[in-house]
C-alpha cells in the first residue's frame, strides 16, 4: 500500500508577482527548487496565510537567486503581491519509506532567502 504524504513545505514564502495573463503556474526561484528538490511541473498545493485561500498548481523555473515567488494565470486571483503563502508538494511512499521519514521544511525570510531546512513534521 502507498500512502501521499508530505515531501516538502516551502514555510512562509512571498508573492513577488502575479501576471493574470500567463497560462498558469507558478514561478519559483530556480535555487529554491534546488535545495527544496522540487521539479518543473511537479503539482503543488499553496495556502495563502493572509486570506485563507488553498489551490493546486504546477512549477515553472524562475531565475536563480531572485526571491521569485509568481502566481500566473487564474491562480494570480489567489493572492496580491507581499502575501505570505505555505508551498506544499507531496510523494507517495510505502510503508518501508515511511519507517524512516521525514518531509523537508524550508522556513523563508521576506526576501525569499531559505534561513533554515529541516527535516521534520
Not at 516538502?8 to 495573463?21: E, G, M, Q
Not at 493572492?79 to 524550508?106: R, T
Amino acid at each position: 500500500m502507498n500512502i501521499e504524504m508530505l515531501q516538502v513545505k516551502l514555510h512562509r514564502a512571498t508573492i513577488t508577482d502575479a501576471n493574470l495573463n500567463y497560462q498558469g503556474s507558478i514561478t519559483i526561484d530556480k535555487a529554491i527548487l534546488k535545495q527544496a528538490n522540487l521539479l518543473v511541473g511537479q503539482k503543488v498545493e499553496i495556502a495563502n496565510i493572509n486570506n485563507g485561500e488553498r489551490f493546486s498548481t504546477y512549477i515553472i523555473e524562475g531565475e536563480a537567486n531572485s526571491g521569485t515567488i509568481c502566481l500566473n494565470g487564474a491562480a494570480a486571483r489567489k493572492a496580491q503581491i507581499g502575501d505570505k503563502v505555505i508551498i506544499m508538494a507531496y510523494a507517495m511512499y510505502n510503508k518501508s519509506e515511511l519507517e524512516s521519514y521525514f518531509p523537508s521544511v524550508l522556513l523563508l525570510d521576506n526576501n525569499n532567502k531559505v534561513i533554515s531546512h529541516k527535516k521534520e513534521l
